[in-house]
């Protein structure tokens, strides 16, 4: 069975540093990846998701993933925060072998620091 | 603005009431999904619905009944609830019922108080 930590729970940096949110996944095969955000009241929004092909993968509003099997890792990232960054933001895994059967791990709470 | 719809935006409810709650999306998509989430935990799957027929039932309380009128619509049907299930409904839909190229697209939920 696939499972997903995230071992920060609670992340704050200052305004205009870069930001990185560490997610490590567990799964026999290669997983479905995937970052999203959740700001406060609303649902969830998909940042971006790895399947296959090139490691580093652009998502919206700037932010990147690095897809490392070696480290069993998905760190999410952004060069420069902008207070709006300020979400809760959940790692996700799926296998292919299980339809839509998403794991989330638990969360980061990011704030920005003005 | 998110493309799936969900009413009402907040419900409170007693133990003995009977009440539902409504997701719409128009995007063409054949799977829709309903998922609980308590405060500062992560959404946990309920329900899968795969053109219009149910295909995951996580083992929820039969207090709790989807129903997929037609590929737009979902709704969760209530009764007699606990407090304990107080939550953030979420629903979601996708393209088809498959991880790959399809990715979830969430209404922003109806938060629910048991009283």
């Known amino acids: 069975a696939q499972s997903v930590t995230q071992p920060d729970i609670h992340i704050t940096v200052s305004e205009g540093a870069s930001l990185e949110l560490r997610c490590n996944y567990s799964?026999?095969?290669?997983?479905?990846l995937f970052w999203y955000v959740q700001s406060p009241g609303q649902g969830l929004q998909l940042l971006l998701k790895?399947?296959?092909?090139?490691?580093l993968v652009q998502g919206i509003k700037g932010f990147e993933a690095e897809f490392k099997r070696s480290q069993s890792s998905f760190n999410l990232r952004k060069p420069s925060v902008h207070w709006s960054d300020a979400a809760e933001y959940f790692c996700?895994?799926?296998?292919?072998?299980?339809?839509?059967?998403?794991?989330f791990g638990s969360g980061t709470r990011l704030s920005i620091r003005p | 603005d998110t493309e799936v719809t969900q009413t009402p935006k907040h419900l409170v409810m007693g133990m003995t009431n009977k009440k539902s709650l409504k997701c719409e999306q128009h995007?063409?998509?054949?799977?829709m999904y309903w998922y609980k989430q308590k405060a500062k935990k992560p959404p946990e799957l309920m329900f899968v619905?795969?053109?219009?027929?149910?295909?995951i039932n996580e083992s929820v309380p039969s207090r709790f009944s989807p129903e997929c009128p037609n590929s737009s619509l979902l709704n969760l049907h209530l009764h007699a609830l606990q407090p304990e299930d107080s939550a953030l409904y979420l629903c979601?839909?996708?393209?088809?019922?498959?991880?790959?190229?399809?990715?979830?697209?969430f209404g922003n939920g109806t938060r629910l108080t048991v009283t």
């Open positions: 996700a895994v799926g296998a292919a072998s299980s339809a839509s059967k998403i794991i």
């Open positions: 790895y399947f296959s092909g090139d490691t």
């Open positions: 995007m063409g998509h054949r799977a």
């Open positions: 619905y795969s053109y219009e027929k149910l295909s």
């Open positions: 799964y026999g095969a290669t997983p479905y």
């Open positions: 979601a839909s996708s393209q088809v019922h498959t991880v790959d190229n399809s990715p979830l697209h």
